[in-house]
Nanobody, 116 residues
Framework: QVQLVESGGGLVQPGGSLRLSCATSGFAFSTYVMNWYRQTPGKERELVASIDKFGIIPTYIDSVRGRFAISRDNFKNTVSLQMNSLKPEDTGVYYC?????????WGQGTQVTVSS
């Protein structure tokens, strides 16, 4: 079955960096758009970044554009999110996601806390 396993979260000071990774299995990874969502306190889960199946066309929400970078490795079936210049408002649980056309699949999430 489809499995998505996030890693790399943690506590970081404002201005710091973290790199999230998502290891996947159970589906044809290279044929699907991959997404990173986040759930921040008091807000609905939001789509932060996406990347096309070729890893060429990333998209971002305005609040992270220029600070975050999404990438993928179609040989290792992984997707990553490099987060730089982190702000307290980036705090939340970050989820790896794929829509396979039949079902939405989610990882268990990884907590990111940006605080001094």
């Amino acid at each position: 079955q489809v499995q998505l396993v996030e890693s790399g979260g943690g506590l970081v000071q404002p201005g710091g960096s973290l790199r999230l990774s998502c290891a996947t299995s159970g589906f044809a990874f290279s044929t699907y758009v991959m997404n990173w969502y986040r759930q921040t306190p008091g807000k609905e889960r939001e789509l932060v970044a996406s990347i096309d199946k070729f890893g060429i066309i990333p998209t971002y929400i305005d609040s992270v554009r220029g600070r975050f970078a999404i990438s993928r490795d179609n040989f290792k079936n992984t997707v990553s999110l490099q987060m730089n210049s982190l702000k307290p408002e980036d705090t939340g649980v970050y989820y790896c996601n794929v829509w396979t056309g039949l079902q939405d699949h989610w990882g268990q999430g990884t907590q990111v806390t940006v605080s001094s």
